[in-house]
C-alpha cells in the first residue's frame, strides 16, 4: 500500500521487457513518484483521480510515497 510511511517500488518486480507503465491514483490524496528517497518534496505529483503514461524500461524503478497515513488505491500496469 502506498501511504506516507515510507517509499514503496511500483511495481514490486518488474515485468520482463517492460517498455510502458501506467499509473493511475483511484484515492482523494496525492501521491508522489520519484526516484529512490521520493518525498513531497523532490517527486512527482499524481493527483487523486490522476493517471500518468511513463515510458520505462524493466532496468527502471519508480518509487511512489503518499500525502497521508491512510493507504492510497494505487493501479499499475505494465506492458512489454
Known sequence: AVDDSGEVALPTTALAGRRTLIVQNLSKKNVWL???????????????????????????????????????????????
Open 34 to 80: 520519484g526516484k529512490t528517497g521520493v518525498a513531497d518534496t523532490s517527486g512527482i505529483r499524481l493527483a487523486g483521480g490522476a493517471t500518468m503514461t511513463l515510458d520505462l524500461g524493466d532496468a527502471v524503478t519508480l518509487y511512489a510515497i503518499g500525502d497521508d497515513a491512510a493507504a492510497q488505491d494505487i493501479r499499475v500496469l505494465e506492458m512489454a
